[in-house]
């Protein structure tokens, strides 16, 4: 069980693959303010938990007192999510070159399996 409240944020955090900014924007905080959050020399109110859990889809029993899942949904689930986020957020010619490089690296990742079984 992880102790405090802001070893288990950046234990979420890092869960998620997104550095404090990332985080922070999707949560709509300042990086300055969740870093202090981070460091201890803030503490964290209920407002940002509420969203840290409705954002992230983290257990708010798991923030709060370290007990249960950290997720309450997958974490493959919450990526597609955000990358869905993201993706709806560019232009579509933008949305055209991320389709073709997905395309290319799944093409990549096939071959690679093939040389593997090899």
Known sequence: ?????????????????????DFCRGIHLS?????Q???ETRPINDRIVAL?????????????????EMFGESLPDIQLRQLLDIY???????????LLQIKQLLE???????????
């Open 1 to 21: 069980m992880i102790a405090k409240i802001q070893k288990r944020l950046i234990a979420v955090r890092t869960s998620l693959g997104l550095s404090q900014r």
């Open 31 to 35: 990086q300055s303010y969740y870093a």
């Open 37 to 39: 959050i981070e460091g």
């Open 52 to 68: 840290i859990c409705a954002e992230y889809s983290v257990s708010r029993e798991f923030l709060l007192t370290g007990t249960g």
């Open 88 to 98: 709806h957020e560019l232009d579509p010619l933008f949305k055209e070159y991320i």
């Open 108 to 118: 990549v990742q096939k071959r690679s399996k093939k040389q593997d079984k090899r």
